[in-house]
Each structure stands twice: as C-alpha cells, then as structure tokens.
C-alpha cells in the first residue's frame, strides 16, 4: 500500500510517504527556504556571452540565472541573433543556485499534469510506448488539431491507464493555466509568475497514479482543493484528521531518527552513514557478532538486510551524489556478484534515478542517485553535531502543541529560552496560543535550550504553581 500524509496547517509544511506500513520519504517545505526548481519567471536578458553562447537572465531573485541556447526551443542560429539584451522571456528554473552560481533555467516552459506535460513552445508531441497503439493513434490525431506548430506536449506513462478523452481534458486544463499566466499584465518584471510546489504537487505527480492508494491532508478545504486540482484521483483524497495527527507524532519521532548518523536493525546491525563535502560514506558493522566467524552465507544475509535499509535511508534522507558502502567483508566473489544484483533490483523501486555500479577493487559498494529537492536532514539540525536547529525547534514545537501534547488538560506551562522566542516571531507569524484549546502560559528562561513543556494540568493547578515559584509569564505565544 502506497499512502501520501500531508501537513499543510503548520508553518513548516510536510509530506510523508508510507508504503507497508513504513515511511520511506519525507519532503519538507519550510519558510525561509526557497526551492526554484519548476518555478516560471518574467526575466530581463541582461548580458549575452557569444563564447558560451548563452544568455545571463535577471529574475529578481539578487542572482541572474544561466540560459544556455540549446534551452531555446526557437534558437536556430546563434544566440545574439535569438535573444537581445534587454529583452523580457518567459523561463523556468531546471536546476537550482549552488554556491556563488545562479540557477539554470529554460525557455521551453512546461506546465505539468497527471497525465500529460504542456509545452507553450515546445514544438512537437512525445507520446509513451507503453499506450495502446489504439490509444496513441487517437490521441496523434486529437493533438494535431487543438495544438499549433509553436506548441508541444509529452504524454506520460500514467495516460496508458485512463481513456485518450480524459487525458486530452487534462491537455486541454493545463494549456488554460498557461494562457493566463502568460496574459497576466508584464508588471514590475522580472518576477515570478508560477511557483511549482513541492507540497502537495510535486510530491503528488512523483509516483505513478494507479500506485497511490490514499492520499490524506490534513484540512477539508485543503482536500477540496486538490480534488478540484486532479478529479481523477478524487477518490483517494481524503481529510482524515486521526491518521494526518498519527502521521504527525511519527514525523516527530523520525525527525530524531534523521539526526542521527548511527542506526540499529534487526539482528544486531548497526548502519553508520556520514556526509562529506564530495561524497555519503556508509559503514556495516555486526557489532553484535564480534568475535565470532560467519560463514559465506550468514555474511551475504548480513550484507543483503543492511543493503535493503541503506537504500530505504537513501530515499528518507533524500542522499544524493556519491555514495560509497562498506559492507561486510566477504571472501567469495560470487556472493559479493549477488549482493550487487539484488540491490539494483532493489534501487529500481526509488522513483530518484539510482544506480549501483558495483563493487570496486577495494570492496566497496558504489552508488550515485540524482539531485532532487533538498535534504531534510540540511534543515533539521546544525552543521556540526546532532542537535535540532532552533528553527527545527519552533516548528516542532507548533507541531506539538497542535496535535499531542495537553490534549486531555486544561493548561500547559511552557518554558522557552529568549532566544528561541526571537526565531518563533520571525519564523510564525500567527500565535500558536490562538490554535489550541488549552491555556497556554509561556515563561522565558536562559537556561532552557530551546523550550521545555513544565507542567500539564487544571488552570487551577498550574496559576498555582505559577504564584508559588513567582514566574512571570505571558499568555500569548
């Protein structure tokens, strides 16, 4: 069973995917940090480099993205001749800023959907192999008459599962969206125009329609909306306020799993997994086993447990680049050949493109996996050690108040350290107090780390405690 859980009411937005019971993917959306990825802006061409034959684009965003001409759908000759400065194009973002470099965009705009991707100048229509030649016939002549020469569209796989006349009705949806986008008033330009969310959209079209069985969100309108949004997938959307606050309390226990570096599975293996700058180091340890000699096959069934949770956390953690495994030693080349092959059939079920590469000549397993989206674990703790960020702290806070704690008492006595109250009136902009049924007393105190729940109760018992030790505290927080 496949089932997406999102978080859209808390200013920290989240979306889990639980398949068997597990959660093997988490997608955070946090304010503060911006993903561009997708994203349509109005940009000026501010500079033509004719070496590069690209153009440099201002989007507004204090760093001019890279427009390479090949990115250019109408670009037939060289790029001065395509483009000039001063210009304003519409463009996407394909690949996000790092370091001091800008990001890198595109003028061939798509507009994604379910079923189909629309191209405003796209030029021509792709259509999935996997189609009925039945269905891809009809559809070959229904595009020829409602798309122009200039415009192109993609036909995905998930098309083969519904009829060609709901796939051109989506078509037909997305080529709307974009006509008023691009017939909105060229005012203040370069701006952004579209912004492609990661939560619930992305993260919605990621998996194959016909694999998703329950989509669940935690608000009625929220779920309203994203059945308006994909009326085919209207009957496995639902607002299910007991499995959204479930799924909170288990975001609050996996978040302390991601901090962590080091994780025991069943049978006594432990998994270390360190980032550096270049690569993802993980180390197999069968601490449990020291002293004792395996033989070939109790290694291989080491090595083949620890492998499936490796690229269970790839996926969680969202790892992405080089990533080098040290299994357990094993001395028989063909068990080793047989670990490779079973954690490619494995790494086939991660929608990010995985590779295992094999083993090298020292013994390590070599895998890469694409760039997709930002890992959560950047935004869950410092750069050095594994404690939460204070801003990982605020938003589990919200999050904690809203769906556990004091759910059955009156009053909650918080504790919160100065500058942790700093952050949260940066960070929310609304009063958690206002959110929740239970008095909430917030007192400051530098020795708090970030905040502390003290004391749960009747609103009698906790003024008291309050006027005993002469707190001072505020009500609204």
């Known amino acids: 069973m496949r089932e997406i859980i999102f978080h859209t009411n808390t200013s920290e937005k989240t979306g889990v995917l639980i398949e068997n019971n597990h959660i093997n993917e988490y997608v955070i959306d946090r304010p503060g940090v911006q993903t561009l990825t997708g994203a349509i802006f109005v940009g000026r061409v501010e500079h033509i480099d004719r070496g590069l034959q690209a153009a440099f684009i201002d989007i507004g965003e204090g760093i001019r993205a890279f427009l390479r001409k090949p990115a250019i759908p109408w670009a037939k000759e060289s790029i001065q001749t395509t483009v000039k400065e001063g210009e304003y194009l519409y463009i996407q973002v394909i690949k996000e800023p790092t370091g001091n470099k ?12 379910l079923y189909t991707i629309y191209q405003p100048y796209g030029g021509k229509t792709s259509i999935s ?3 009925t030649p039945a269905s891809t016939a009809q559809l070959q002549s ?7 020469s200039e415009e192109g569209c993609i036909i995905r796989t998930a098309a083969s599962e519904v009829k060609p006349e709901q796939v051109l009705r989506e078509l037909e949806g997305l080529k709307e969206q974009w006509r008023e986008l691009a017939t909105q008033p060229l005012k203040k330009p370069p701006r952004l125009l ?4 990661i939560i619930p959209n992305q993260l919605i079209r990621k998996f194959p329609v016909n694999s998703m069985d329950a989509i669940v969100i935690d608000g009625v309108e929220a779920s309203e909306r994203l059945k308006k949004i994909y ?4 009957d496995k959307i639902s607002w299910n306020p007991k499995r959204t ?11 302390m799993e991601l901090i962590n570096s080091r994780l025991e599975i069943e049978g006594g293996i432990e998994i270390v997994i360190e980032r550096t700058e270049a690569m993802t180091v993980v180390d197999v340890n069968s601490y449990k086993y020291k002293g004792k000699t395996f033989t070939n096959s109790q290694t291989l069934d080491v090595n083949r447990q620890a492998g499936k949770e490796i690229l269970r956390q790839l996926r969680l953690r969202n790892i992405s680049g080089i990533i080098m495994v040290d299994f357990i030693s094993m001395k028989d080349q063909s068990a080793a050949e047989k670990l490779v092959n079973e954690m490619k059939k494995v790494a086939k079920q991660d929608l990010v493109k995985t590779q295992v590469l094999g083993m090298t000549r020292l013994g390590l397993m070599e895998i890469t996996r694409k760039n997709e989206w930002i890992s959560p674990v950047h935004l869950l703790q410092e750069k ?12 589990r806070l919200e999050r904690e108040l809203l769906f556990g704690v004091g759910r059955n008492q009156e009053a909650i006595l918080l504790s919160i350290n100065p500058q942790f109250k700093i952050v949260k009136k940066q960070l929310l902009s609304g009063c958690i107090s206002s959110k929740i049924p239970q008095e909430l007393f917030v007192r400051e105190d530098p020795n708090v780390s970030h905040y502390q729940i003290e004391l749960e109760g009747s609103v009698d018992m906790v003024r008291e405690v309050i006027y005993k030790r002469g707190y001072h505290v505020d009500n609204v927080f």
């Open 231 to 234: 009326p085919s997938l209207r």
């Open 129 to 131: 192999k996997k189609l």
């Open 142 to 148: 229904e595009l020829e008459g409602s798309l122009s």
């Open 245 to 255: 606050n479930e799924a909170a309390r288990a975001v609050q226990e996996l978040q």
């Open 384 to 395: 050095q050690g594994s404690e939460f960020s204070i801003e990982t702290a605020v938003f």
């Open 102 to 113: 800008g990001p890198q965009v595109s003028a061939d705009i798509t507009i994604p959907g």
């Open 194 to 197: 579209w912004k492609d969310e």
